[in-house]
């Protein structure tokens, strides 16, 4: 590698509330999540027109969405609390450390499933929690990237393991 990248930490909160049932963990915010200071924030991502077809609330602004989480039961976080990257592909993170999704199960005994939107978080997951007891399920990336699925079949299986 030929140049050196600073390490970047997770720049927002998890969103849970008290009667969060299922935990949605990405991998690592992208760079216009950082810019945008939330959760998929980058204009192509397909997360919240997804959750949009899913649930039938609106998510035009921010409020809307963390009230959409909130009435769907729904938590939002991530499995990387710092890495190094050079763009906002999961393929191009390295040196990640991960959140410590253990302790925090612990301290929301709410949720009771875990929902990955993508490989990576999922690998993550069963690498370093795979003993946990919770349900899990994988969902498919919501990232305009990930063009072999149309989003009608994504907010199809969305919808199928989510509700």
């Known amino acids: ?9 997770h720049p927002f909160e998890p969103v849970i509330y008290k ?11 992208s760079i216009k999540s950082f ?28 409020d809307q969405k963390l009230w959409l989480l909130k009435e769907a039961g729904l938590g939002l976080w991530d499995m990387i609390l710092e890495c190094r990257r050079e763009n906002s592909l999961d393929s191009s993170l390295e040196s990640e450390e991960v959140n410590d999704i253990a302790s925090f199960l612990a301290q929301h005994p709410s949720i009771k499933k875990i929902a990955f939107t993508g490989k990576k978080a999922e690998a993550l997951y069963h690498i370093h929690f795979d003993y946990l007891e919770i349900e899990t ?12 699925m149309k989003i009608e ?11």
Request: net charge positive; charged share 20%.
């Open 1 to 9: 590698m030929g140049k050196s990248m600073d390490i970047l930490e």
């Open 137 to 148: 399920c994988y969902l498919p990336s919501p990232s305009s990237a990930y063009a072999k």
């Open 19 to 29: 009667d969060t049932h299922t935990l949605i963990l990405g991998s690592f915010p």
């Open 153 to 163: 079949e994504k907010t199809k299986i969305y919808t199928e393991r989510l509700l």
């Open 35 to 62: 810019e945008n200071n939330f959760y998929y924030a980058h204009p192509r991502n397909q997360f919240w027109k997804i959750l949009e077809g899913v649930t039938g609330y609106p998510t035009h602004n921010r």
